[in-house]
């Protein structure tokens, strides 16, 4: 689960051309990837979230609807062959539903799902105080990189790869866990990656993204949890 979850939190910004710009601060740097993501205002308005996702790894695949609506609601469908398993968070508690079972999910798992809900996070970084540090400059297969190191508030750490040529995302890695991203398209005026893998110690989980909507209407009792 912790894996999917990781993958659902995955929500990509928009990016457009710019021209290199040498000897940037990480705070420079920083600005312009934000910037990419597009209008600020607009980012801040976003407060629904609903995609398909379809997920390759090499034991087969499955698909996943996923709906979000800000600050604290959730639903997750994982599609297996075999069998379904429904995420469902209401905004105090969370459940995980099988075709047998419903279980309320951990405080740990719940917290995952909060921060799936928090849209755009990284557009709060700043305020929150991170840290922000530039690692120097890496190559990700062909493409050259800012690579930025953020710490969190909870000592949590994050390495950003930022395009130099377009300040969007190419990978984002933590711990022993990496996610890279291509195939970008403008949805909504928010540019999004349509593909993504996820690579662990585990192997690597391919993602397509489709039907991707923002500010979609999702009434409360969507994500509402039979007692």
Not at 116 to 140: S, W
Request: include cysteine; glycine fraction near 4%; charge should be positive.
């Amino acid at each position: 689960m912790k894996k999917l979850l990781f993958i659902a939190t995955i929500i990509i910004f928009s990016s457009c051309h710019q021209k290199v710009k040498k000897d940037l601060t990480v705070q420079e740097i920083w600005a312009n990837y934000i910037k990419t993501c597009g209008d600020t205002n607009k980012l801040k308005e976003v407060k629904t979230y609903k995609a398909k996702m379809f997920y390759t790894n090499k034991i087969g695949a499955f698909e996943q609807d996923i709906y979000i609506k800000y600050p604290n609601k959730l639903l997750l469908v994982d599609k297996f062959n075999d069998n379904s398993k429904i995420y469902k968070l209401n905004g105090t508690k969370a459940v995980e539903i099988s075709k047998d079972s419903i279980r309320t999910l951990s405080k740990e798992e719940t917290d995952v799902l909060y921060k799936v809900c928090d849209l755009f996070a990284e557009l709060k970084y700043v305020d929150k105080g991170y840290k922000f540090e530039l690692a120097g400059t890496e190559k990700v297969d062909t493409i050259e990189t800012y690579k930025v190191k953020i710490t969190t508030n909870e000592k949590e750490i994050y390495y950003y790869y930022i395009n130099v040529n377009t300040f969007y995302i190419v990978k984002l890695e933590a711990k022993d866990e990496a996610s890279y991203y291509s195939n970008y398209k403008i949805i909504d005026g928010f540019l999004c990656s349509l593909n993504s893998k996820f690579v662990s110690k585990n192997g690597e989980l391919k993602t397509e993204k489709k039907d991707i909507e923002y500010n979609a209407e999702i009434d409360d009792s969507f994500f509402e949890i039979d007692k």
